[in-house]
């Protein structure tokens, strides 16, 4: 039996990732989303209009799409309440989130200097895609959906398939975001600050202790 609702939230769940984009000041920004599907050598960002990430790719046209792993939920759980935007849009201040300059320092997280592109890979991320920003569309009325081409992807060496150009599928656990909560190999592995933010009705996550 199927019940009819009007669903309040549809995060089913999707990888997360880490965008580093370049500030005007020179500076790095980075941000946790994971509204990103991929299709050839592209992808598909749902990013808010009011995040400094998406007035970073506007400006600049590129990023670096760092995929977390399901290990890394503590240091992504970090960067949750924060933003690269000052003053701090109303609706985000709202909702507990704070200024950050240095996220990357915040997290406890590595830059790396990229190949091709300006902003910094995340060295603890198995998985750098370096983007172009190739067009950008509206969407869902406050947000854009960004269109990004893989211009260069670097993968720990473990999680190549030997002599091959391939992920191996097995080795890779990414960090799931399923309705604002954290999962690795379907379990539930962190407490989630995005989750209480938006005052999810969960029941038996990961305690915070
Ligand atoms: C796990 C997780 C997933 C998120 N997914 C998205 C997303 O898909 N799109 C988005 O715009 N914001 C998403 N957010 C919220 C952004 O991280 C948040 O708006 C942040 O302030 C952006 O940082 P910035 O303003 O420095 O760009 C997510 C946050 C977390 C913790």
Known sequence: MHVGLDLK??????PVVLVSTRNADGSANLAPMSSAWWLKQSCMLGMGNRSKTTE??????????????ADMAASVDLLA???????VPETKAAKGYRFEADKFGAAGLTPQAS?????????ECPIQLECAVEAVHAFAETASAVEVRVVRAHVEERLVIPGTDHVDPVGWDPLIMKFCEFFGGGANVHPSRLAEAWRMPHQGMASSG
Do not use: D, H, I
């Open 9 to 14: 939230v549809l995060y089913f769940g999707t």
């Open 56 to 69: 970073n790719l506007l400006r600049e046209r590129e990023c670096v799409l760092n995929l977390a792993s």
């Open 81 to 87: 309440p924060l933003t690269g935007a000052r003053p």
């Open 115 to 123: 190949e091709r592109v300006a902003p910094p890979r995340v060295a």
